[in-house]
């Protein structure tokens, strides 16, 4: 449950460098910084904009319908 913790911490982009810092500092290597920089830009940049896109999408749709319904 704490890597789920983690993971989340890093999605909300709450002072992610330090939680990335420690890993780095107790693994002795970068390759947890390219994970969580992966991490965030799949979730964050890709997979949130998916989501609102989606809602803007049947909001747009809805709005349309409801217009033609309650013009006429």
């Known amino acids: ?7 989340f911490h890093i999605m909300i982009v ?3 460098f330090v939680t ?5 500092a107790i693994v002795g290597n970068n390759n947890p910084r390219m994970f969580f ?3 965030w830009v799949l979730t964050v940049l890709i997979m949130l904009n ?3 896109s989606f809602i803007l999408e049947i909001y747009s749709d ?3 319908e409801s217009e033609k ?3 006429k």
Do not use: G, P
């Open 1 to 7: 449950i704490s890597s789920m913790v983690t993971l």
């Open 14 to 16: 709450n002072n992610w």
């Open 20 to 24: 990335c810092d420690m890993l780095c």
């Open 37 to 39: 920089v992966a991490f």
């Open 50 to 52: 998916l989501v609102i």
């Open 62 to 64: 809805t709005e349309s």
């Open 69 to 71: 319904l309650y013009s």
